[in-house]
């Protein structure tokens, strides 16, 4: 599956809150600190930028996915 070119880091935040269980516990600087709890302590950075590149967005996901033991794909399912 293709990742979309032109998601926000906010909009990326909004979708992890939303559906995986995400929680935002402050922002430093230009980077949105997320936190979960399920189904283990995990911490992640998401740029607050207009647009995410590429790198850093598959980088995103792949983390999650390996944090919640899905395939990247169910996660860009629910963007």
Do not use: C, F
Request: proline share 4%.
């Amino acid at each position: 599956m293709k990742l979309p070119r032109n998601i926000s880091g906010r909009e990326l935040v909004k979708l992890l809150s939303r559906s995986w269980g995400y929680r935002q516990i402050h922002q430093t600087g230009s980077h949105i600190i997320l936190e979960t709890e399920e189904p283990g302590h995990q911490r992640l950075a998401v740029p607050d930028h207009e647009s995410l590149r590429i790198g850093t967005l598959n980088s995103i996901l792949r983390a999650v996915a390996e944090h919640k033991r899905v395939m990247r794909e169910e996660i860009l399912r629910s963007l």
